[in-house]
């Protein structure tokens, strides 16, 4: 699995493009009037990983690849966008190919920037963007309701997909985001190809003052407007700042604000859990590298990550604790210490897992 995407959504002015800019270290377009973004911005970036570094000293190798994550900067939405208003329902199609959404709401307060309904109100803000997303899943729904019903009378798959439909449209005429309601996992397996936008995880990034990043009270209260939605606080500015810093200035600058980890880090932490994943490494003399999988993995299909050979040539795995080598210094110590694992096909891989896929073709 590689590039897994990430949709920065919310209304127009909100900091998006300040967030974007400051997690892919860009230069988007960042400026004071609803609209600034109409093509989506796209970035990569590396997943910060600090075993890496450790193991390129210890392996002498050449190079580090780190997981990666992309995000997409999309346009602003406003109310009525699902039916043409504002930047119309065009950017609804950058939301669509998405793995998640992270909703940007605004929190600070700044008499100098303009906010599309002139207030700062989260919950409204959200209700909007959410409803948008809501009404653009409903006409999709009806689009296909449309398509299959002829089709249903005569074939049991439609039949299956129709009664499915019917179930959503439920839902989403209630104003609800398809998330809300429990699906079961063959009915999972038939929305996928859908990509309904409300089923998509979302992860709330409240951009505050900079001041309000220390006013827990606040944050609490926000906290408890998006349960059980996972949320982060961060501004979106100071962030922003941080990337002309190197990494000792950043950390002397968020000891000041009394902060243990940059926003960005924690939005990782976060996009790492939300979608389920986790990481497993190797090592070598050319490369050290983390590669991302599902959590619950087995050894053969996170060898398929690597390459599809080593899946079909699978023998077995062995592997190293990270902690281990760091431990015993050395791969000729661990080995030493009886600690290299050989694991079979059936081995769920381990996040601290360092691993050589030994494979026959
Ligand atoms: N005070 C303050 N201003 C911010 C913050 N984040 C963004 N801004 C300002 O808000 C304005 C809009 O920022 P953008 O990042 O362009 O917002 P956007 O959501 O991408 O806007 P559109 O692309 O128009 O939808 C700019 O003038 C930013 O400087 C913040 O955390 N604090
Ligand atoms: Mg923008």
């Not at 109310?79 to 043409?84: D, F």
């Not at 950058?94 to 100098?112: P, Y």
């Not at 000041?256 to 990782?268: A, C, N, P, R």
Request: aromatic letters at 8%.
């Amino acid at each position: 699995m590689s590039n897994i995407s990430c949709g920065i959504v919310g209304l127009p002015n909100v900091g998006k493009s300040s967030l974007y800019n400051a997690l892919t270290k860009n230069e988007s377009l960042v400026a004071n009037y609803p609209f600034a973004t109409i093509e989506p911005n796209v970035g990569i970036i590396n997943v910060p990983d600090e075993r890496l570094i450790k193991l390129q000293k210890l392996y002498q190798a050449e190079k580090i690849t780190y997981a990666n994550i992309k995000f997409v900067d999309i346009a602003g939405l406003v109310k009525g966008a699902s039916n043409g208003e504002g930047l119309g329902n065009k950017f609804l199609g950058h939301i669509k190919q998405v793995d998640m959404i992270l909703q940007v709401v605004r929190i600070f307060e700044d008499q100098d920037t303009i906010h599309v309904n002139n207030e700062i109100n989260p919950q409204n803000d959200m209700a909007i963007v959410n409803t948008e997303l809501v009404l653009t899943d409903l006409e999709q729904v009806n689009n296909q309701l449309n398509k299959i019903i002829k089709l249903a009378k005569n074939d049991k798959i439609a039949q299956n997909n129709l009664n499915l439909l019917l179930k959503i449209k439920l839902v989403l005429e209630k104003n609800q985001p398809l998330w809300l309601e429990k699906f079961s996992s063959d009915e999972l397996i038939l929305l996928k190809p859908f990509n309904f936008l409300t089923l998509k995880p979302t992860i709330y990034v409240f951009n505050l003052s900079e001041t309000d990043l220390k006013n827990l009270k606040k944050q609490e209260q926000l906290t408890n407007l998006v349960k059980p939605s996972k949320c982060l606080f961060l501004s979106a500015s100071l962030e922003n700042d941080l990337k002309n810093f190197n990494d000792n200035e950043v950390k002397q600058l968020l000891e000041d604000y009394k902060i243990k980890e940059s926003g960005l880090e924690i939005l990782i932490k976060q996009v790492y859990e939300t979608l389920n994943l986790q990481s497993f490494l190797t090592a070598g003399s050319k490369e050290v590298r983390a590669w991302t999988i599902n959590k619950n993995t087995l050894a053969p299909d996170a060898a398929a990550v690597i390459h599809n050979d080593f899946k079909k040539g699978f023998i077995v795995a062995e592997i190293i604790d990270y902690n281990d080598l760091i431990k015993f210094g050395s791969v000729i110590g661990v080995k030493q210490a009886g600690k290299i694992r050989i694991e079979g096909k059936d081995y769920i891989m381990q996040p601290n897992d360092i691993v050589n896929f030994r494979f026959n073709l």
